[in-house]
Nanobody, 123 residues
């Protein structure tokens, strides 16, 4: 099982980034997916989740209206479009897979984790 996150980088406040997570080694379409982030010195926190088929999505309050989670099951890839970025969005972003049908904010419900991609937002 492998989850390879990419797309992070350095961006100014107000800018945009698109993260991708390429999945392999499991049946991607049968797993709900999530994005989490970890800022320096802080615990890993939930950002967004999406159901197996993509119809159901959820977000943490601080990113609603700015971030969009999506998936392409034909390409075994998860995405996170991040707009209007703020310095407080800085952190390592991780993608994760859960065997549950619907994505969840509970970090313990995720079976597989990627290695993370660093997002740095400068003010």
């Amino acid at each position: 099982v492998q989850l390879q996150a990419s797309g992070g980088g350095l961006v100014q406040a107000g800018g945009s980034l698109r993260l991708s997570c390429a999945a392999s080694g499991f049946t991607f379409s049968t797993y709900s997916m999530g994005w989490f982030r970890q800022a320096p010195g802080k615990e890993r926190e939930f950002v967004a989740a999406i159901s197996r088929g993509g119809a159901s999505r959820s977000y943490t309050d601080s990113v609603k209206g700015r971030f969009t989670i999506s998936r392409d099951n034909a390409k075994n890839t998860l995405y996170l479009q991040m707009n209007s970025l703020k310095p407080e969005d800085t952190g390592v972003y991780y993608c994760a897979a859960s065997s549950r049908a619907y994505g969840d904010s509970n970090i313990r419900l995720y079976n597989y984790w990627g290695q993370g991609t660093l997002v740095t937002v400068s003010s």
